[in-house]
Protein backbone atom coordinates (compact mmCIF):
# COMPACT_ATOMS: atom_id res chain seq x y z
CA UNK A 1 0.00 0.00 0.00
CA UNK A 2 1.94 3.34 -0.88
CA UNK A 3 1.17 6.65 1.19
CA UNK A 4 -1.46 8.08 -0.79
CA UNK A 5 -4.10 4.86 -0.68
CA UNK A 6 -3.62 4.90 3.22
CA UNK A 7 -4.88 8.68 3.31
CA UNK A 8 -8.68 9.54 4.42
CA UNK A 9 -10.48 12.94 3.98
CA UNK A 10 -13.26 14.39 5.78
CA UNK A 11 -15.02 16.99 4.71
CA UNK A 12 -15.33 19.76 8.38
CA UNK A 13 -18.62 22.39 8.27
CA UNK A 14 -16.79 24.03 11.42
CA UNK A 15 -12.88 24.66 11.79
CA UNK A 16 -13.64 24.54 15.17
CA UNK A 17 -13.78 20.58 15.11
CA UNK A 18 -10.47 20.78 13.98
CA UNK A 19 -8.05 21.33 16.23
CA UNK A 20 -6.05 24.59 16.13
CA UNK A 21 -2.60 23.26 16.90
CA UNK A 22 -2.78 20.69 14.20
CA UNK A 23 -4.12 23.48 11.35
CA UNK A 24 -1.78 25.53 12.04
CA UNK A 25 1.23 23.12 12.33
CA UNK A 26 0.50 23.17 8.62
CA UNK A 27 -0.35 26.63 8.05
CA UNK A 28 2.94 28.47 9.14
CA UNK A 29 2.88 31.67 10.58
CA UNK A 30 0.41 33.81 8.25
CA UNK A 31 -1.97 35.44 10.68
CA UNK A 32 -4.79 34.52 7.56
CA UNK A 33 -4.92 31.45 7.32
CA UNK A 34 -4.36 31.06 11.04
CA UNK A 35 -7.15 28.96 12.89
CA UNK A 36 -8.09 31.60 14.82
CA UNK A 37 -8.87 34.38 12.13
CA UNK A 38 -10.71 32.31 10.72
CA UNK A 39 -12.59 30.38 13.19
CA UNK A 40 -13.62 33.87 14.50
CA UNK A 41 -14.86 34.73 11.37
CA UNK A 42 -17.10 31.50 11.83
CA UNK A 43 -18.61 31.43 15.06
CA UNK A 44 -19.64 34.82 15.05
CA UNK A 45 -21.70 34.48 12.02
CA UNK A 46 -19.90 36.48 8.89
CA UNK A 47 -18.74 33.31 7.23
CA UNK A 48 -22.34 30.56 6.91
CA UNK A 49 -24.25 29.84 4.65
CA UNK A 50 -26.84 32.84 5.33
CA UNK A 51 -24.02 35.04 4.32
CA UNK A 52 -23.07 33.07 0.80
CA UNK A 53 -19.68 31.37 2.58
CA UNK A 54 -20.73 28.23 3.66
CA UNK A 55 -17.82 26.40 4.93
CA UNK A 56 -16.42 23.00 3.72
CA UNK A 57 -13.55 22.47 4.41
CA UNK A 58 -11.00 19.50 3.54
CA UNK A 59 -9.18 17.54 5.36
CA UNK A 60 -6.53 14.31 5.02
CA UNK A 61 -5.45 11.69 7.24
CA UNK A 62 -3.21 9.44 7.26
CA UNK A 63 -4.09 7.33 10.37
CA UNK A 64 -4.98 9.89 13.16
CA UNK A 65 -2.75 12.27 12.43
CA UNK A 66 -3.89 15.27 10.12
CA UNK A 67 -1.41 15.81 6.79
CA UNK A 68 -3.14 18.49 4.89
CA UNK A 69 -6.54 21.37 5.39
CA UNK A 70 -7.09 22.99 2.49
CA UNK A 71 -9.86 26.01 3.96
CA UNK A 72 -12.81 25.65 1.47
CA UNK A 73 -16.41 27.47 0.88
CA UNK A 74 -19.29 27.21 -0.39
CA UNK A 75 -20.18 30.62 -2.61
CA UNK A 76 -23.62 31.67 -3.40
CA UNK A 77 -22.20 35.16 -5.17
CA UNK A 78 -18.90 36.75 -5.73
CA UNK A 79 -18.56 39.06 -3.26
CA UNK A 80 -15.62 39.28 -1.04
CA UNK A 81 -13.26 37.56 -2.88
CA UNK A 82 -11.33 40.29 -5.00
CA UNK A 83 -11.08 38.24 -7.79
CA UNK A 84 -13.37 39.49 -10.11
CA UNK A 85 -15.44 37.10 -12.23
CA UNK A 86 -18.69 38.42 -12.67
CA UNK A 87 -18.18 38.55 -16.51
CA UNK A 88 -18.16 34.43 -16.20
CA UNK A 89 -21.30 34.64 -13.98
CA UNK A 90 -22.90 36.42 -17.20
CA UNK A 91 -21.41 34.34 -19.88
CA UNK A 92 -23.10 30.95 -18.12
CA UNK A 93 -26.23 32.81 -17.58
CA UNK A 94 -26.06 33.96 -21.32
CA UNK A 95 -25.89 29.91 -22.41
CA UNK A 96 -28.71 28.90 -19.94
CA UNK A 97 -25.53 27.66 -17.27
CA UNK A 98 -25.65 27.99 -13.43
CA UNK A 99 -22.45 29.30 -12.16
CA UNK A 100 -23.63 29.80 -8.50
CA UNK A 101 -22.73 27.96 -6.35
CA UNK A 102 -19.13 27.70 -6.82
CA UNK A 103 -16.40 26.17 -5.02
CA UNK A 104 -13.30 28.81 -3.32
CA UNK A 105 -10.42 28.08 -1.62
CA UNK A 106 -9.42 31.68 -0.18
CA UNK A 107 -8.98 33.46 3.37
CA UNK A 108 -12.31 34.93 3.51
CA UNK A 109 -12.73 38.67 2.71
CA UNK A 110 -8.74 38.92 2.42
CA UNK A 111 -7.34 39.85 -0.61
CA UNK A 112 -3.77 39.06 1.14
CA UNK A 113 -1.65 36.03 -0.81
CA UNK A 114 -0.46 33.35 1.26
CA UNK A 115 -0.72 29.03 1.52
CA UNK A 116 -3.83 27.35 0.46
CA UNK A 117 -3.14 23.91 0.34
CA UNK A 118 -1.93 23.44 3.66
CA UNK A 119 0.82 20.20 3.49
CA UNK A 120 4.18 19.37 4.24
CA UNK A 121 4.11 16.02 2.52
CA UNK A 122 4.70 16.56 -1.39
CA UNK A 123 3.15 13.44 -2.00
CA UNK A 124 -0.29 14.50 -0.57
CA UNK A 125 -0.08 17.83 -2.13
CA UNK A 126 -0.45 16.67 -5.59
CA UNK A 127 -3.31 14.58 -5.02
CA UNK A 128 -5.34 17.62 -3.39
CA UNK A 129 -6.58 18.73 -6.82
CA UNK A 130 -8.00 15.98 -8.04
CA UNK A 131 -10.03 15.92 -4.66
CA UNK A 132 -10.90 19.27 -5.07
CA UNK A 133 -12.57 18.60 -9.36
CA UNK A 134 -14.29 15.78 -7.29
CA UNK A 135 -15.97 17.50 -4.54
CA UNK A 136 -17.61 20.14 -7.41
CA UNK A 137 -18.79 17.38 -9.40
CA UNK A 138 -20.17 15.47 -5.98
CA UNK A 139 -21.59 18.84 -4.69
CA UNK A 140 -22.97 19.59 -8.25
CA UNK A 141 -21.05 23.28 -8.04
CA UNK A 142 -20.12 24.88 -11.69
CA UNK A 143 -15.88 25.35 -10.60
CA UNK A 144 -13.51 25.18 -8.45
CA UNK A 145 -11.34 28.67 -7.47
CA UNK A 146 -8.14 28.94 -5.22
CA UNK A 147 -7.71 32.80 -4.85
CA UNK A 148 -4.43 34.85 -3.90
CA UNK A 149 -1.88 31.89 -4.30
CA UNK A 150 1.49 31.20 -3.44
CA UNK A 151 4.01 29.67 -5.48
CA UNK A 152 4.33 26.43 -4.05
CA UNK A 153 0.68 26.19 -4.61
CA UNK A 154 0.99 27.71 -7.90
CA UNK A 155 3.14 24.79 -8.98
CA UNK A 156 0.87 22.37 -8.01
CA UNK A 157 -2.50 23.91 -9.51
CA UNK A 158 -0.96 24.75 -12.70
CA UNK A 159 0.57 21.25 -13.08
CA UNK A 160 -2.72 19.57 -12.50
CA UNK A 161 -4.12 21.75 -15.78
CA UNK A 162 -5.93 24.64 -13.10
CA UNK A 163 -6.25 27.61 -15.46
CA UNK A 164 -4.42 30.45 -14.04
CA UNK A 165 -4.92 33.77 -13.39
CA UNK A 166 -2.71 36.86 -12.62
CA UNK A 167 -3.43 40.87 -11.42
CA UNK A 168 -1.39 42.98 -9.49
CA UNK A 169 -0.57 44.45 -6.22
CA UNK A 170 1.21 47.10 -4.91
CA UNK A 171 3.79 46.12 -2.12
CA UNK A 172 6.85 47.49 -0.17
CA UNK A 173 10.30 45.75 0.54
CA UNK A 174 12.44 46.27 3.18
CA UNK A 175 16.17 46.44 1.71
CA UNK A 176 17.34 47.17 5.55
CA UNK A 177 16.14 50.25 6.51
CA UNK A 178 17.30 51.87 9.42
CA UNK A 179 14.31 54.74 9.51
CA UNK A 180 11.94 56.03 7.50
CA UNK A 181 14.30 58.78 6.26
CA UNK A 182 16.66 55.89 5.33
CA UNK A 183 13.73 54.57 3.21
CA UNK A 184 12.98 58.11 1.85
CA UNK A 185 16.47 58.57 0.63
CA UNK A 186 16.33 56.16 -1.79
CA UNK A 187 13.31 58.14 -3.90
CA UNK A 188 13.36 60.14 -6.21
CA UNK A 189 13.63 63.86 -4.79
CA UNK A 190 10.23 65.32 -5.85
CA UNK A 191 8.60 62.08 -4.48
CA UNK A 192 10.42 62.56 -1.29
CA UNK A 193 9.22 65.71 -1.41
CA UNK A 194 5.62 65.01 -1.88
CA UNK A 195 5.56 62.23 1.19
CA UNK A 196 6.83 64.76 3.52
CA UNK A 197 4.69 67.58 2.49
CA UNK A 198 1.25 64.93 2.63
CA UNK A 199 3.29 64.20 6.48
CA UNK A 200 3.79 67.46 7.31
CA UNK A 201 0.42 69.03 6.23
CA UNK A 202 -1.51 67.36 8.55
CA UNK A 203 0.76 67.58 11.92
CA UNK A 204 0.53 71.01 10.81
CA UNK A 205 -3.59 70.73 10.86
CA UNK A 206 -3.24 68.90 14.49
CA UNK A 207 -3.11 65.26 13.78
CA UNK A 208 -1.36 62.79 15.91
CA UNK A 209 -0.89 59.09 15.63
CA UNK A 210 0.11 55.86 18.11
CA UNK A 211 0.40 52.40 17.48
CA UNK A 212 -1.11 50.03 19.89
CA UNK A 213 -0.29 46.39 20.01
CA UNK A 214 -3.33 43.93 19.98
CA UNK A 215 -2.42 42.55 22.86
CA UNK A 216 -2.52 46.26 24.89
CA UNK A 217 -5.82 47.19 23.72
CA UNK A 218 -8.99 47.36 25.05
CA UNK A 219 -12.53 47.10 24.65
CA UNK A 220 -12.82 50.70 23.18
CA UNK A 221 -9.95 50.24 21.00
CA UNK A 222 -12.09 47.28 19.35
CA UNK A 223 -15.21 49.18 19.29
CA UNK A 224 -13.52 52.02 17.82
CA UNK A 225 -11.87 49.76 15.02
CA UNK A 226 -15.02 47.95 14.09
CA UNK A 227 -17.08 51.26 13.87
CA UNK A 228 -14.42 52.24 11.14
CA UNK A 229 -14.55 49.26 9.33
CA UNK A 230 -18.44 49.84 9.64
CA UNK A 231 -18.37 53.05 8.17
CA UNK A 232 -16.09 52.58 5.41
CA UNK A 233 -18.07 49.86 3.71
CA UNK A 234 -21.46 51.28 4.36
CA UNK A 235 -20.45 54.63 2.96
CA UNK A 236 -19.88 52.56 0.16
CA UNK A 237 -23.53 50.49 -0.54
CA UNK A 238 -21.56 47.54 0.85
CA UNK A 239 -22.46 44.79 3.36
CA UNK A 240 -20.03 44.88 6.45
CA UNK A 241 -19.99 41.26 7.66
CA UNK A 242 -17.53 41.77 10.47
CA UNK A 243 -19.27 41.99 13.76
CA UNK A 244 -17.49 43.28 16.66
CA UNK A 245 -17.84 40.45 18.28
CA UNK A 246 -14.75 39.05 15.79
CA UNK A 247 -12.43 42.06 16.20
CA UNK A 248 -12.80 41.18 20.08
CA UNK A 249 -11.80 37.61 19.21
CA UNK A 250 -9.73 38.66 17.14
CA UNK A 251 -8.06 40.37 19.89
CA UNK A 252 -8.73 37.84 22.16
CA UNK A 253 -6.83 35.24 20.32
CA UNK A 254 -4.26 36.91 17.87
CA UNK A 255 -3.63 40.65 19.88
CA UNK A 256 0.17 40.22 19.73
CA UNK A 257 0.21 39.87 15.93
CA UNK A 258 -2.24 43.01 15.34
CA UNK A 259 -1.20 46.61 15.72
CA UNK A 260 -3.87 49.36 15.62
CA UNK A 261 -2.97 52.43 14.42
CA UNK A 262 -4.88 55.56 15.69
CA UNK A 263 -5.52 58.91 14.41
CA UNK A 264 -6.23 61.91 16.62
CA UNK A 265 -6.93 65.70 16.27
CA UNK A 266 -7.10 67.14 19.68
CA UNK A 267 -8.75 64.79 21.94
CA UNK A 268 -11.07 63.34 19.62
CA UNK A 269 -9.91 59.78 17.46
CA UNK A 270 -11.19 60.12 14.44
CA UNK A 271 -9.26 57.34 12.53
CA UNK A 272 -7.51 54.21 12.18
CA UNK A 273 -6.45 51.35 10.33
CA UNK A 274 -5.95 47.31 11.65
CA UNK A 275 -2.92 45.93 10.53
CA UNK A 276 -1.52 42.34 11.40
CA UNK A 277 1.88 40.42 10.53
CA UNK A 278 3.67 37.14 10.17
CA UNK A 279 7.28 36.24 11.45
CA UNK A 280 8.46 38.65 8.56
CA UNK A 281 5.16 40.77 6.73
CA UNK A 282 2.83 42.83 7.69
CA UNK A 283 -1.03 42.74 6.32
CA UNK A 284 -2.79 45.80 5.97
CA UNK A 285 -6.18 44.94 6.51
CA UNK A 286 -8.71 47.38 7.59
CA UNK A 287 -9.46 50.79 7.97
CA UNK A 288 -11.81 53.92 8.49
CA UNK A 289 -12.37 57.74 9.52
CA UNK A 290 -15.22 59.25 10.55
CA UNK A 291 -13.76 63.05 9.48
CA UNK A 292 -11.88 63.67 6.14
CA UNK A 293 -8.98 65.23 5.76
CA UNK A 294 -5.99 65.27 3.06
CA UNK A 295 -3.34 62.89 3.67
CA UNK A 296 -5.01 61.09 6.32
CA UNK A 297 -5.27 57.91 4.18
CA UNK A 298 -1.77 57.89 3.42
CA UNK A 299 -0.52 58.27 6.98
CA UNK A 300 -2.86 55.81 8.77
CA UNK A 301 -2.60 53.03 6.17
CA UNK A 302 0.60 53.29 4.75
CA UNK A 303 3.61 55.26 6.42
CA UNK A 304 2.57 54.23 9.70
CA UNK A 305 2.46 50.66 8.81
CA UNK A 306 6.43 51.36 6.69
CA UNK A 307 7.20 52.78 9.99
CA UNK A 308 6.17 49.83 12.01
CA UNK A 309 7.51 47.48 9.66
CA UNK A 310 10.97 49.14 9.63
CA UNK A 311 11.28 49.58 13.42
CA UNK A 312 10.19 45.43 13.73
CA UNK A 313 12.75 44.87 11.19
CA UNK A 314 9.70 42.97 9.02
CA UNK A 315 10.68 41.89 5.18
CA UNK A 316 7.39 43.31 3.56
CA UNK A 317 4.43 45.53 4.09
CA UNK A 318 1.05 43.93 2.01
CA UNK A 319 -1.22 47.03 1.99
CA UNK A 320 -3.81 45.50 0.46
CA UNK A 321 -5.76 45.21 -2.83
CA UNK A 322 -5.80 47.81 -5.66
CA UNK A 323 -4.46 51.09 -5.68
CA UNK A 324 -1.71 52.49 -8.17
CA UNK A 325 -1.61 55.66 -6.06
CA UNK A 326 0.83 53.31 -3.66
CA UNK A 327 3.52 53.09 -6.29
CA UNK A 328 4.36 56.62 -5.44
CA UNK A 329 4.84 56.10 -2.17
CA UNK A 330 7.10 53.48 -2.52
CA UNK A 331 5.21 50.35 -2.82
CA UNK A 332 6.14 47.79 -6.00
CA UNK A 333 4.01 45.78 -8.02
CA UNK A 334 3.98 42.28 -7.83
CA UNK A 335 1.93 39.81 -9.75
CA UNK A 336 -1.29 37.62 -7.33
CA UNK A 337 -2.63 34.83 -8.56
CA UNK A 338 -5.48 32.86 -8.87
CA UNK A 339 -6.59 29.45 -10.44
CA UNK A 340 -9.64 28.26 -11.79
CA UNK A 341 -11.33 24.85 -12.92
CA UNK A 342 -14.34 24.63 -14.83
CA UNK A 343 -16.38 21.77 -14.61
CA UNK A 344 -18.28 22.49 -18.28
CA UNK A 345 -15.69 22.04 -20.88
CA UNK A 346 -16.99 25.09 -23.41
CA UNK A 347 -17.20 27.37 -20.98
CA UNK A 348 -13.76 26.32 -19.86
CA UNK A 349 -12.38 26.42 -23.34
CA UNK A 350 -13.90 29.81 -23.08
CA UNK A 351 -12.23 31.01 -20.03
CA UNK A 352 -9.21 29.61 -21.13
CA UNK A 353 -9.29 31.61 -24.62
CA UNK A 354 -10.17 34.99 -22.18
CA UNK A 355 -7.59 34.51 -19.85
CA UNK A 356 -4.82 34.04 -22.31
CA UNK A 357 -6.04 37.45 -24.15
CA UNK A 358 -6.13 38.98 -20.43
CA UNK A 359 -2.66 38.00 -19.64
CA UNK A 360 -1.53 39.92 -22.61
CA UNK A 361 -2.59 42.96 -21.43
CA UNK A 362 -1.42 42.30 -18.27
CA UNK A 363 1.99 41.97 -19.12
CA UNK A 364 1.96 45.64 -21.33
CA UNK A 365 0.71 47.19 -17.69
CA UNK A 366 2.95 45.54 -15.93
CA UNK A 367 5.94 47.30 -17.98
CA UNK A 368 4.30 50.48 -17.65
CA UNK A 369 3.99 49.37 -13.36
CA UNK A 370 7.08 49.47 -13.42
CA UNK A 371 8.19 52.69 -15.06
CA UNK A 372 5.99 54.30 -12.67
CA UNK A 373 8.27 53.11 -9.57
CA UNK A 374 9.25 56.40 -7.86
CA UNK A 375 13.35 55.35 -6.33
CA UNK A 376 16.42 56.64 -8.35
CA UNK A 377 17.14 53.53 -10.05
CA UNK A 378 14.95 50.23 -9.77
CA UNK A 379 16.68 47.83 -7.77
Known amino acids: MTQSESLRTQMVERIADVPAADWNRLAGDNPLINHSFLSAMEQHGAVAEYSGWQPVHLTIYRGDELVAA ?6 SHSYGEFVFDWAWA ?21 PATGPRILCQDDQVRQAVPRLLTRLCQRHGLSSV ?5 EERDADTLRNAGFLERTDWQYHWRNRGYDSFDDF ?18 LRRDGWAFERVNGADAGEWHWLFMHGLYRNTFEKKGNWALLTQSIFREWGRSLGSRITLVLAR ?18 YGRYWGTFEDATGLHFETCYYQGLEHAIETGLDRFDPGAQGTHKIARGFEPVVTRSFHWLEDESMRAAVAASLERERLVQRMRGQELERRKPFKQAT
Open 70 to 75: VPLYIK
Open 145 to 149: HVNFV
Open 90 to 110: EAYQQQGLEYYPKLLCASPLT
Open 184 to 201: LAEMTSKKRKNIRQERNR
Open 265 to 282: RGDKYRAGSFLIQSDSTL
